[in-house]
Nanobody
């Protein structure tokens, strides 16, 4: 009954920007952590960034300084702002939400993924 919806994926040029949005709806008590993962074929799913309801955040080294995660005050959406995109950022990006303050691995609820392609 919990729905995780992602939007904002698409094609960007190297050096460009995209903004991914994630919203959570349905029958849940609280969402206390949300995060964005990405995965390319043959690789493990990588946590890109995560944020807790208290504002604690994590950003992977591979995207630090370029990506940032934020949430709205209702704590049911999370936005991944991606700047200075690189071709290696190309992946399927997945939003996940967690009932606990699981900054390391929010994984209770998952979206279906949105494709991000960075190419010149």
């Amino acid at each position: 009954q919990v729905q995780v919806m992602e939007s904002g994926g698409g094609l960007a040029q190297p050096g460009g920007s995209l903004r991914l949005s994630c919203s959570v709806s349905g029958n849940y008590f609280a969402i206390n952590a949300m995060g964005w993962y990405r995965q390319v074929p043959g690789n493990e799913r990588e946590l890109v960034a995560a944020v807790t309801s208290g504002g604690r955040s994590y950003t992977a080294d591979s995207v630090k300084g370029r990506f940032s995660i934020s949430r709205d005050n209702a704590k049911n959406t999370a936005t991944l702002q991606m700047n200075n995109l690189k071709p290696e950022d190309t992946a399927v990006y997945y939003c996940a939400a967690d009932e606990m303050y699981d900054l390391q691995q929010p994984d209770d609820y998952w979206g279906q993924g949105t494709q991000v392609t960075v190419s010149s």
